[in-house]
T-cell receptor, first 112, second 113 residues
Framework: EDKVVQSPLSLVVHEGDTVTLNCSYE??????LLWYKQEKKAPTFLFML????IEKKSGRLSSILDKKELFSILNITATQTGDSAVYLC????????????FGEGTQLTVNP | KAGVTQTPRYLIKTRGQQVTLSCSPI?????VSWYQQTPGQGLQFLFE???????NKGNFPGRFSGRQFSNSRSEMNVSTLELGDSALYLC????????????FGSGTRLTVV
């Protein structure tokens, strides 16, 4: 059974800090790893990492995938209060269609 | 363009009742997936429908069922509700079941009392 473990589960930082969120996974026939941000209800897409794209960057957010060690990290630099949210990591197997297996998420709180 | 629309937004039901939730995908999207989100279990996959056919199913009891209509709108039904079914139910749609453009709706918050 596919498994995703995120750490830490909760994190409180001050504005301007840099944070690193971790995601380790076990999946048979790995296809992709995705990061989502969930502020209230609808998770919104951040990044998708695959064998052909193991590093992504968008503004202050960046993510890398280590397929050998089976983990990914999400970095947020110069955090802002608007970054406060739950960050979800999910994996998809080659044989799973679009079925995502999620981790528990990391609750990030950015204080002013 | 309009996003994924889920109705109703909130619902309160009593144990033993049944409930039907609705999901209207983004126009043109043919794949709809459903997830249950609870504080203890996180987001868990329920099922995926593509062109009116269930393509994938998670590990949930038979009380959870779904269907998809020819216009790609999907419904999920939970019969004989239990307290543990209280959760946020999210649906996601995509063009052909692809991960790119996989978009979630805001969910239906179901409370079973």
């Amino acid at each position: 059974e596919d498994k995703v473990v995120q750490s830490p589960l909760s994190l409180v930082v001050h504005e301007g800090d840099t944070v690193t969120l971790n995601c380790s996974y076990e999946v048979t026939n790995f296809r992709s790893l995705l990061w989502y941000k969930q502020e209230k209800k609808a998770p919104t897409f951040l990044f998708m990492l695959t064998s052909s794209g193991i590093e992504k960057k968008s503004g202050r957010l960046s993510s890398i995938l280590d397929k050998k060690e089976l983990f990914s990290i999400l970095n947020i630099t110069a955090t802002q209060t608007g970054d406060s949210a739950v960050y979800l990591c999910a994996v998809v197997a080659e044989t799973s269609g679009s079925r995502l297996t999620f981790g528990e998420g990391t609750q990030l709180t950015v204080n002013p | 363009k309009a996003g994924v629309t889920q109705t109703p937004r909130y619902l309160i039901k009593t144990r033993g009742q049944q409930v039907t939730l609705s999901c209207s995908p983004i126009s043109g999207h043919r794949s709809v997936s459903w997830y249950q989100q609870t504080p203890g279990q996180g987001l868990q996959f329920l099922f995926e429908y593509f062109s009116e056919t269930q393509r994938n199913k998670g590990n949930f009891p038979g009380r959870f069922s779904g269907r998809q209509f020819s216009n790609s709108r999907s419904e999920m039904n939970v019969s004989t509700l239990e307290l543990g079914d209280s959760a946020l139910y999210l649906c996601a749609s995509s063009l052909l079941g692809l991960l790119v453009g996989y978009t979630f709706g805001s969910g239906t918050r179901l409370t079973v009392v």
